[in-house]
Nanobody, 125 residues
Framework: QVQLVESGGGLVQAGGSLRLSCAAS????????MGWFRQAPGKEREFVAGIDRSGSGTFYSNSVLGRFTISKDSGKNTVYLQMNRLKPEDTAVYYC??????????????????WGQGTQVTVSS
């Protein structure tokens, strides 16, 4: 069992930056591949970025590629999502997720078995 707590969301103007954090507690953090998902009002939850167990492999959705960066600090049991050049369409609740079933980057929501409570990101135009 692992518990995930996100922080760092807020209101930002278009073009600005935010850094989301996801602190993990419970089992060994290095055993988990991690991901960030987001859900806008009236839309399904979608994959944003993922990182493998080792922290060396990453993958991004096309909509955030080149603007967002996912990273993992195993010493702090924390995964980050640095979000730059934010756009109004990035507005959503952002969720951190973890999976022990796979070692590589996972993009499918169903492959994650632990989720945080979410943090709101609002980008004004």
């Amino acid at each position: 069992q692992v518990q995930l707590v996100e922080s760092g969301g807020g209101l930002v103007q278009a073009g600005g930056s935010l850094r989301l954090s996801c602190a993990a507690s419970g089992r060994t953090f290095s055993n988990y591949a991690m991901g960030w998902f987001r859900q806008a009002p009236g839309k399904e939850r979608e994959f944003v970025a993922g990182i493998d167990r080792s922290g060396s492999g990453t993958f991004y959705s096309n909509s955030v590629l080149g603007r967002f960066t996912i990273s993992k600090d195993s010493g702090k049991n924390t995964v980050y999502l640095q979000m730059n050049r934010l756009k109004p369409e990035d507005t959503a609740v952002y969720y951190c997720a973890a999976t022990a079933k796979f070692a590589g980057v996972e993009v499918l929501l169903r492959n994650y078995n632990y989720w945080g409570q979410g943090t709101q990101v609002t980008v004004s135009s």
